[in-house]
Every structure is written in C-alpha cells, then in structure tokens.
C-alpha cells in the first residue's frame, strides 16, 4: 500500500470517528482516536507478544487494533468487538487472518467467545468508556472479563477517569496505572492481573 493510500485511509478513520463520537458522544468517550503512543503503551501493558488469546473491547476505527496485530505472535488470536456499525465496517477491512471482528457489545462475552471457538483468554483491552455507562452495567461488564481471563491473564483498559477502578476492584483488586501524556486527552492506562486459580 502506498503512503498516499495508508495516509488516506487514516484520514477517513478520523473522520469516521469524529462524525461518529458527535453522534453517540456517550458511547465513544473521546473526540479523536488514540495517539500512537498510547496505542504503544496499552500493548507494552498488556505483554501481547507472549499471549495467544486477545480479546479486545471498543476497537473504534482499528488503531489499538493495528497495533495490537503488529504485536502479537503469528499463531495467536486476536477477538475484537465493536457496538458501533460504522466502526466495525472498518475492522471488517482489516486483512488479517488472525483478527476476529464482532459486532456486538460487551455483556455477551461468554457466548461472543464460544461462538468462536476460543478458550480462556490471556489478555483483554479495553478502550470502552466505564465512566460513562451505569454501575449496575459497568460492574456486569468487568464481571464478564474476569469470567473469560484465564488464570494469570491481564485486563488492560485506557480511560480518562478513575471511575473503573472502583468496579474492578471487588474482582480483581488494586490494578496498577500510568498516564500517558502523548494523547489526546492524556489517558489513564490501567492493568490488572487475574490471580491463578
């Protein structure tokens, strides 16, 4: 692909995201799609290199995914999955043999991933936005990831505000978090670490 394609192709991302964020502000979370430098630190996080399962939540217009395939290993798979129609359009563009796109929401993990064949998975991101939605739809939700994480799995998630902290911490404890300051707006990257059983 040429670099007049790639740059185009990222400026019709942008585009879609922004028209899609004045649409469904509450659902989106942010203005514009992640800066390369938090799509960097979100991987780094989440030790993707050595996972072999990926589960992605809120993949908007594909630039954590991208990041996350040039990442992860050859054999592994990556599930990523998007409530937004427009947004999963675009992840459905993506050639890869090793990505998964779902268009669907998060309260439905345990069925998404047995409807594909996946097993327990060692790494979940997410970019959706906690802060906006209930408690009683977050907490489902963060119920649902440690349900799906295997023993030893990391939960990765990227937010503006501290609010899924309180959510995670009756299932999965204290997690760590830095900021990344390189984005707009900076951007809080938590991780957690599901204890073995």
């Known amino acids: 692909m040429s670099n007049s394609n790639i740059l185009r192709g990222?400026?019709?991302g942008r585009s879609v995201f922004f028209q899609e964020f004045l649409k469904h502000p509450l659902q989106i979370g942010s203005i514009i799609p992640s800066s390369r430098f938090l799509e960097r630190r979100v991987v780094e996080a989440a030790g993707i290199s050595s996972a072999k399962t990926i589960l992605e939540l809120g993949p908007g217009t594909g630039g954590t995914t991208r990041a996350i395939l040039r990442a992860m290993?050859?054999?592994?798979k990556l599930l990523s999955i998007e409530i937004n129609p427009n947004f999963h359009a675009l992840l459905s563009c993506m050639e890869d043999d090793r990505l998964i796109a779902h268009l669907?929401?998060?309260h439905g993990l345990k069925e998404i991933i047995h409807m594909y064949g996946l097993g327990a998975i060692e790494v979940v991101i997410s970019g959706i936005p906690f802060s906006t939605m209930s408690h009683t739809s977050g907490s489902q939700i963060i119920e649902a990831i440690s349900s799906v994480l295997a023993p030893g799995g990391r939960f990765v998630v990227y937010?503006?505000?501290k609010r899924v902290t309180s959510l995670c911490q009756?299932?999965?404890g204290s997690g760590q978090v830095?900021?990344?300051l390189f984005n707009i707006p900076?951007?809080?990257?938590y991780r957690w670490e599901k204890n073995g059983a």
């Open 10 to 12: 990222l400026m019709d």
């Open 104 to 106: 669907g929401n998060a």
């Open 170 to 172: 009756p299932l999965l």
């Open 178 to 180: 830095e900021v990344e």
């Open 159 to 161: 937010q503006v505000s």
């Open 73 to 76: 290993a050859r054999h592994a």
């Open 186 to 189: 900076p951007m809080r990257v």
